[in-house]
């Protein structure tokens, strides 16, 4: 019972600091350590440090390291070629500026699903939304809702084939690949993005008839870059339509292709001898979408070749740009294997697993949304529960008869439901991106990411335990 308590305290510091803005770095080795000491193992705190700890994290990084850093090298080419400025405004053009939810809701939703970065979307967008919600004098403080859902809901966790990391996250633990229950995932998108729009509609019909407009903001620097650089930065270009759209669609169509076509037909039994602890099946998904991000990266660099303001610092600040969000959910992962070596995780694994004796499905996903609820993070809580819990749930699976396809889908919309409470760093990246508060925009944020995503990932469980993964 002490050792249960000791985590309970560690996960609610660890929440608290973190919404107080203390970096998850510094945060999860001492709440990790305030675990251990106050469960009484003190005398270990050492080893379990160098051996649990840093073991996780150099493990997850090992993983994924190429995930993030090509994703983020994406995201900022996309970003400085012009391509997500052109993709965007193409998409206010096409939809009109009547519909401007609409309109930034698909854009930001092109861009993620075409494997930019949601910073990088939040950034590019942002511009776009003020124009558009002026001329339709739709209240500012609905924007960050609005690029939130685009953004961070349903292309993140939902849409099959999203390179998003949360969706990367459950293939080497369940031997899946992104595009895991595909018919489930657009089912639950369709609710998020219906539902999440007629939100936002609604709120804004009712902020007009009110007569609010925009509201009185200082917009002297929000049609400007937002990270202060000159407005001739190359990222402002104009670029083809069709050459900007082809980079977002060989990240989908490579992926695509090796995962359904080239590698079910190559035989990897030649590997066993040189890696003989190497499972192909349950690492060919993430192979897959390696090869289209870089794919991507390449043929966009090569298409742009001519009109690159300075190539070199783009390529310099996309790979850089990977290390944060990398190291602070592998530092939540190695914080995450310091608590399931607790003695008093036993009695918290225990009670998780049997909230639906029969059931693994409600019980992930209840796993899922507790824990990046408490980080701050879905890709942290889903990276803590599928460490701690990942080998548990393929288990209930295989004996309860459910597909890891069907594991997957909920596990990664699981986690996209309660990750974006007040302490979330994406949501006060966005509101700063906005200059907004948490009391101008937060309960529209939480509308839409939150209130809609948790009845999809409902329907997702009840189709999935009725008829299965599809």
Same mark, same amino acid.
């Given at each position: ?47 379990? =440090? ?9 493990? =997850? ?41 609409? !309109? ?155 995962? =359904?076509?080239?590698?079910? &037909? ?73 608590? &399931? ?46 460490? !701690? ?52 925009? =937060? ?28």
């Amino acid at each position: 019972m002490t050792s249960t308590l000791a985590i309970v305290v560690s996960l609610a510091l660890l929440m608290y600091l973190a919404y107080r803005g203390v970096t998850v770095l510094l945060l999860a080795p001492l709440m990790g350590a305030l675990a251990v000491v106050l469960s009484g193992d003190a005398a270990l705190l050492l080893p379990i =440090y160098t051996g649990t700890f840093m073991t996780a994290l150099s493990g =997850y990084v090992l993983q994924f390291l190429p995930i993030f850093l090509l994703g983020s090298l994406f995201g900022q080419l996309m970003a400085d070629s012009g391509a997500a400025n052109t993709l965007s405004r193409w998409i206010v053009a096409s939809v009109g500026e009547k519909h401007a939810i609409v !309109t930034v809701v698909l854009a930001c939703a092109l861009l993620t699903y075409g494997g930019v970065s949601l910073f990088v979307v939040a950034f590019a967008i942002y511009p776009v939304a003020v124009d558009l919600f002026k001329a339709a004098r739709i209240p500012k403080r609905l924007i960050p809702a609005t690029i939130a859902l685009g953004a961070f809901t349903f292309t993140m966790t939902a849409l099959p084939g999203t390179p998003a990391i949360q969706n990367a996250i459950p293939i080497p633990y369940f031997g899946t690949n992104v595009f895991a229950a595909p018919g489930l995932g657009i089912i639950a998108a369709a609710i998020m993005f219906g539902g999440g729009t007629w939100w936002l509609r609604r709120r804004a019909a009712s902020a007009q008839a009110a007569g609010e407009g925009y509201g009185d903001h200082d917009d002297a620097e929000e049609g400007a870059p937002t990270d202060g650089r000159a407005e001739q930065d190359a990222r402002w270009s104009i670029m083809p339509v069709p050459l900007a759209l082809l980079p977002l669609l060989l990240v989908v169509g490579i992926n695509a292709l090796f995962t =359904y076509v080239v590698f079910p &037909a190559v035989d990897f039994s030649f590997l066993a001898r040189r890696f003989p602890d190497l499972e192909p099946q349950k690492i060919v998904g993430l192979w897959a979408l390696i090869i289209a991000l870089a794919t991507a990266c390449t043929v966009l660099v090569l298409l742009r070749l001519k009109h690159w303001n300075n190539l070199k610092d783009t390529i310099n600040q996309g790979v850089f740009g990977f290390m944060l969000p990398l190291f602070n959910t592998a530092s939540e992962v190695g914080y995450g294997a310091i608590i &399931a070596g607790l003695a008093g995780f036993a009695i918290i694994r225990d009670t998780v697993l049997n909230v639906a004796p029969g059931n693994p499905l409600i019980s992930e996903a209840v796993a899922m949304n507790v824990l990046a609820g408490i980080t701050g993070s879905s890709s942290g809580g889903l990276s803590i529960a599928l460490q !701690t819990l990942g080998q548990d749930y393929l288990r209930m699976a295989h004996e309860a008869g459910i597909s890891a396809e069907l594991m997957h889908r909920v596990a990664v919309m699981a986690a996209g439901g309660m990750d974006t409470l007040p302490h979330c760093g994406a949501i006060i990246t966005l509101l700063a991106i906005c200059k907004l508060t948490h009391r101008q925009s =937060y309960g529209d944020i939480a509308a839409v990411t939150i209130l809609f995503p948790l009845p999809a990932l409902a329907l997702v469980i009840a189709l999935g335990t009725m008829f299965g993964g599809f």
